[in-house]
């Protein structure tokens, strides 16, 4: 499985931005529980949601709950992240993760496939 990250970007604190993930067209992820990661610059890759497979269950981390709504959509074969009232902390690389099940998970070594990232920056 190969997942595209797209929709990254510079914008002013409390401004929005709405994250895609796109599995390539021969694979499916569609059976897969999905997840949305960061990594901070001089920080340890971090959780930040995950949706099970028909988007039933979704799980935040506290720092973003609230202000983070991950969504699926199966027959496009991607995922979103829809950030909104972003901070300055929220700055880091975006990635998302195809998992090894078919529900969400906190925990990076539950997830098989990874995208290549898309970069985030909130400015003051």
């Known amino acids: 499985v190969q997942l595209q990250a797209s929709g990254g970007g510079l914008v002013q604190a409390g401004g929005s931005l709405r994250l895609s993930c796109a599995a390539s067209?021969?694979?499916?992820?569609?059976?897969?529980?999905m997840g949305w990661f960061r990594q901070a610059p001089g920080k340890e890759r971090e959780f930040v949601a995950t949706?099970?497979?028909?988007?039933?269950?979704?799980y935040y981390a506290d720092a973003v709950k609230g202000r983070f709504t991950i969504s699926r959509d199966n027959a496009k074969n991607t995922v979103y992240l829809q950030m909104i009232s972003l901070k300055p902390e929220d700055t880091a690389v975006y990635y998302c993760?195809?998992?090894?099940?078919?529900?969400?998970?906190?925990?990076?070594?539950?997830?098989?496939?990874w995208g290549q990232g898309t970069l985030v920056t909130v400015s003051s």
């Open positions: 949706i099970s497979w028909k988007g039933q269950d979704t």
């Open positions: 067209r021969r694979t499916t992820i569609s059976n897969n529980g």
């Open positions: 993760a195809a998992g090894r099940m078919a529900y969400g998970s906190s925990e990076s070594a539950n997830y098989r496939y």
